[in-house]
């Protein structure tokens, strides 16, 4: 499949405008090739359908049959049908699904909060990884899901989650564990992986008012950019994106 460049319209919006920036520069590095993918946790393809459409060949991992349904259905409605494989499973068998050292770039996305090892799964996306390959990692922030309790006038929640060395709130909170940019990079590290960026995701698209967000779209994608590796506004920031490679040519 002629490689393609990635589309505009939902890539571009504030909420994914970082990831996608990070991306992009990536696949330069390699325009002379489609390159091999795992999307853990892809859910419906929001990332493997355009990276497919790119020219790349996409597997998507994913513990929910219903996700990989819509994925099928999206990639058949985008003419990728063939670029993208849709795989049961979950983060933590990562290891029994992917092959050592056959990925060259392997996403995950919003799925270190929820599984039950998150060293584990982060030991399998490296050892997926050919040498010189590359990770795209977004973790849920700590910082931002305190303040955003707090704001909200759940002060005891925000004090659960300040006090709590995971940063979870109690058996209600649906997330298992939130990150700042040195935990989160102390993890990645010890899995053998190289941090090169850490960015902010949702700086600022998370705080401002819908009227707002919608009526200056192009300044609040500028503004997020430009504030996304900036601390202390990156550690502000709901998720973290972390883009890490394994060492080797």
């Known amino acids: 499949m002629e490689r393609t460049h990635l589309p505009s319209g939902p890539t571009a919006g504030p909420r994914t405008a970082v990831v996608w920036s990070v991306l992009r520069q990536e696949l330069a590095r390699h325009r002379d090739r489609p390159l091999t993918v795992v999307d853990v946790g892809g859910g419906t393809g929001g990332f ?125 909170d649906t997330s298992r564990r939130r990150y700042d940019a040195d935990s989160a990079a102390a993890l990645v590290t010890a899995a053998g992986l190289q941090v090169e960026q850490i960015h902010g995701v949702r700086v600022l698209a998370d705080l401002l008012p819908a009227a707002v967000a919608e009526g200056a779209p192009q300044a609040l994608l500028d503004l997020e950019l430009a504030a996304a590796a900036q601390p202390p506004y990156r550690d502000l920031a709901t998720q973290l994106h972390l883009f890490a490679r394994r060492p080797g040519a």
Do not use: F, K, W, Y
């Open 48 to 172: 493997a359908v355009p990276l497919a459409e790119a020219g790349h060949q996409v597997t998507v991992v994913d513990a929910s049959p219903d996700a990989l349904a819509a994925l099928t259905r999206r990639a058949a409605e985008a003419g990728v049908a063939e670029q993208i494989t849709a795989v049961q499973g979950d983060g933590d068998a990562l290891g029994e699904l992917i092959a050592p050292a056959s990925i060259d770039l392997v996403l995950c996305h919003a799925v270190l909060e929820v599984v039950d090892d998150p060293v584990r799964v982060v030991e399998s996306l490296a050892a997926a990884l050919r040498p010189g390959g590359a990770a795209s990692i977004l973790v849920a922030g700590r910082a931002a899901a305190v303040l955003a309790r707090a704001i909200n006038g759940h002060l005891d929640v925000a004090a659960a989650l300040l006090a709590d060395p995971q940063g979870n709130a109690g058996a209600r």
